[in-house]
């Protein structure tokens, strides 16, 4: 079903990249950093839009849009940076936990490097 709001879609700058850029997310309101990592990481996989959720917001729309219940959403720290992230599901405590920021910049660093993350 097609909806009646027009699509807006918002490039990147490239000219920005290669500099951290700090983004509000349009449904919490936190920051949450648009790393250069990142950028290049959208540029390589053909993605033109700026993320507008943090990784958090963006996993409770996501769980809403497949018609998931967000009421099993487990919340850990990230191993890396220690922030609090929301989990599709409960650690077991044997595997490192990693916030959408980080996850992101590891697979990017295993992509750069050929391995898959």
Do not use: H, W
Not at 52 to 81: P, Q
Request: glycine share 8%.
């Amino acid at each position: 079903m097609a909806s009646d709001k027009p699509k807006i879609t918002i490039d990147i700058d490239l000219a920005l990249i290669g500099a951290d850029r700090a983004l509000f997310c349009q449904d919490c309101g936190a920051r949450f950093l648009f790393s250069a990592g990142e950028q290049e990481f959208f540029r390589l996989k053909g993605l033109v839009n700026v993320p507008k959720r943090c990784g958090n917001c963006r996993l409770v729309a996501k769980r809403r849009r497949n018609g998931d219940s967000i009421d099993n959403i487990a919340e850990s720290n990230c191993t890396k940076c220690g922030v609090v992230t929301k989990l599709p599901f409960v650690p077991r405590g044997d595997r490192p936990i990693y916030c959408f920021e980080c996850l992101r910049i590891i697979k990017f660093e295993a992509c750069q490097e050929g391995v898959e993350a």
